[in-house]
């Protein structure tokens, strides 16, 4: 298994810079068809998303697409499918941003009771109390 750090990530994503993009593509030409043999951790992705909508401009709706193809493939492994999973339809369904939701996720699926915060664009999601 390797991991992907958010740069790598986003030139797949973006194919903004093609001779890196050519680069990332032949690392992972070699995985492809296997299961499970590249790791896309939690704050990779909610880096990416964050990147994707403030520095690139992308909609919401791009985000998605992104995320939802990212994990219909079988060779991306994660520190939890199923959080990320639920996380994305957090993002879906919420005015709050993809790493609020991943924390959210993650948090109720380690057993917290619930997430303190002041932000109000989590008002709403399972397991949030506003302060």
């Not at 070699?30 to 939690?42: F, K, M, R, S």
């Not at 998303?49 to 991306?76: C, F, H, I, M, N």
């Amino acid at each position: 298994m390797i991991a992907l750090d958010t740069n790598i990530l986003l030139r797949l994503w973006l194919r903004d810079d093609e001779a890196q993009f050519q680069q990332a593509a032949k690392l992972l030409a070699p995985l492809q068809g296997q299961v499970a043999c590249i790791l896309l951790c939690d704050v990779v992705l909610a880096e990416a998303v964050w990147a994707l909508r403030s520095a690139y401009g992308r909609s919401k709706r791009d985000v998605l697409l992104a995320l939802e193809a990212t994990l219909a493939q079988p060779a991306y492994a994660f520190e939890d499918r199923s959080v990320v999973n639920a996380a994305l339809h957090l993002f879906r369904d919420s005015s709050a941003d993809f790493a609020d939701c991943l924390v959210a996720c993650r948090s109720a699926a380690a057993g917290a009771e619930f997430i303190a915060t002041f932000d109000r664009k989590m008002k709403g999601i399972p397991g949030v109390r506003l302060l």
